[in-house]
């Protein structure tokens, strides 16, 4: 008896301890059907465990029963597969052998077999050993490149190759003959052939043509079998005869007389005379264009038979000139020669030449010199048309006497700085130096952290005052008596609890192993 207490007192310190891990939020396994003989009540209790992931199978919770030892996992990550290394050659494949590989899982050291296929042969080129004939079996061989290894390969007769002679078709003049049959390989025949009488000319009426009154008629017999043909030809016609109209002279063309001709095949019977062209009759003309300075002009003549053109030149005018006035050169601009152009239609007859420009004559009108403060000037001005220009005379150079005008200490947070002037000129410049930085002490509790709270500490700066804080960690809780919630029975643990006294709001609970007896723990825990 004492010794089940003691497994079961072991078993629920076990309990406490795993209960305290972070599992998963998963349900629990069915607690029916536990077969344990220390079972009261065929009930499982669970003691559950986090597992990492493996190769073969996921992460999660397993599940122990403290009766039966039996084992659920609940999976909540997958399985991480293997992390399968480099092939490793066992026995290397040939071409009708099959070879072997194998590699491990880097993790779990699983291993894989692996079977490499023959790699089978790799056959040359086939070479005829005997040609088969029409009658007679050949053969062939190739061989492996690989491994020597021969393959021959019987080829069949081929058997007679039966080809026709041909026959020949009997013409109409000469006779034909049979077809006939013989092999195109050995020669061998298998008939004769036999002769066929001529057919003689099958003539048909191919051509014909009627006669005419230049041509006599025509008609042509052909055989339809072999082409070959004659002719027999019939008499010429007579011409028919009508008038051909006479043609009326014009300006520009000659006329005809009258004419006759064959209403058939349009033979000149009686030939037609030509007559003289009549010419124009011209007007007195009409100017169609003015003639200019440099353009002839144009007058047109109309005929007034046809009413046919014609035109002669009107002599152009010539140009009227006109002077272009010249212009005077400047200092900043060219001037221009006297020119002419005509005053009817623009024409430039002189052109104009360009007078180059003048430029400036400048001449100093006004100065100051310059001294080592200030700058000096010089103003330029031109004796022709005023325009002016001044220069800038730089100060006159010395050797800077610098002093300190300005000095400022450095501090923790602020950058120091020196001025210096010149005492001739006043140039100056500053110089500056890094802040100082904070000279801190060391860190001193300020408060004291609690379950609920984070402490603080404060440093000072001995050299300005200037202070610092951070924060520290939380305390731990103070925590108050165990105090029974749920009392334990014969085959059921009991729960108590403990209280934060600084934070009520954290508590912690575990289980009372059951009692292993029949009647009911007293209030206290004792019995």
């Not at 079977?115 to 086939?126: F, L, R, Y």
């Not at 002679?165 to 077809?179: I, K, W």
């Not at 009817?344 to 002189?350: A, I, K, M, N």
């Amino acid at each position: 008896m004492r010794r089940a207490l003691s497994l079961i007192l072991m078993l629920a310190m076990l309990a406490s301890l795993f209960a305290a891990l972070p599992l998963s939020a998963s349900a629990e396994p069915s607690r029916a059907g536990c077969t344990g003989p220390k079972s009261p009540d065929g009930q499982h209790v669970w003691i559950g465990r986090p597992i990492d992931p493996w190769c073969t199978r996921g992460g999660g919770i397993v599940y122990v029963c403290q009766y039966c030892q039996k084992e659920v996992l609940e999976e909540t990550t997958p399985a991480l597969g293997h992390d399968w290394g480099r092939w490793d050659e066992l026995s290397r494949p040939d071409c009708t052998h099959t070879g072997e590989r194998i590699r491990y899982c880097l993790r779990c050291q699983a291993r894989d077999l692996q079977t490499v296929p023959a790699t089978g042969h790799s056959w040359g080129p086939w070479e005829v050993i005997d040609a088969p004939t029409c009658t007679q079996d050949g053969s062939r061989q190739r061989v492996c490149v690989n491994c020597g290894e021969y393959d021959v390969e019987e080829l069949p007769a081929t058997g007679h190759d039966p080809v026709a002679v041909p026959g020949r078709e009997p013409t109409c003049t000469q006779p034909g003959l049979t077809e006939g049959a013989e092999c195109s390989v050995c020669g061998m025949l298998f008939g004769s052939q036999w002769e066929i009488e001529p057919l003689g000319h099958d003539y048909q009426i191919s051509a014909s043509q009627a006669a005419t009154c230049t041509a006599p008629g025509i008609t042509t017999y052909t055989c339809s079998r072999c082409g070959d043909s004659y002719s027999i030809q019939d008499e010429q016609l007579d011409h028919t005869p009508i008038t051909v109209p006479a043609v009326a002279a014009t300006c520009t063309a000659g006329g005809k007389t009258e004419g006759r001709k064959c209403a058939v095949c349009g033979t000149i019977l009686s030939q037609q005379q030509d007559t003289p062209a009549l010419g124009h009759s011209w007007d007195g003309g009409k100017v169609t264009a003015k003639a200019t300075c440099t353009q002839d002009g144009v007058r047109t003549y109309t005929c007034s038979r046809c009413g046919n053109t014609r035109t002669e030149a009107i002599a152009k005018t010539g140009h009227t000139p006109v002077s272009i006035p010249g212009k005077a050169a400047t200092c900043t601009e060219a001037g221009l020669t006297e020119g002419s152009k005509c005053s009817v239609c623009g024409t430039v007859l002189t052109a104009q030449s360009a007078i180059p420009a003048k430029g400036h004559n400048y001449q100093v009108t006004a100065s100051k010199e310059p001294t080592a403060t200030e700058d000096g000037y010089r103003t330029y001005t031109c004796s022709n048309c005023k325009d002016s220009y001044t220069e800038k005379l730089p100060k006159v150079a010395h050797t800077h006497n610098y002093q300190v005008t300005k000095d400022q200490a450095a501090t923790c947070t602020d950058q120091g700085s020196k001025t210096y002037a010149c005492s001739i000129c006043g140039d100056s410049y500053t110089e500056t130096s890094s802040a100082l930085g904070h000279a801190w002490g060391d860190w001193a509790t300020e408060t004291t952290g609690s379950c609920a709270q984070q402490g603080s500490q404060v440093r000072s700066c001995s050299r300005c005052g200037a202070t610092e804080r951070r924060s520290t960690d939380y305390g731990p809780h103070s925590w108050g008596e165990w105090k029974q919630i749920k009392a334990p029975t014969a085959t059921e643990p009991g729960l108590e609890q403990r209280v934060c006294k600084i934070t009520a709001s954290h508590q912690e609970q575990r289980e009372i192993p059951p009692t292993g007896e029949e009647f009911p723990a007293a209030p206290d825990g004792k019995r």
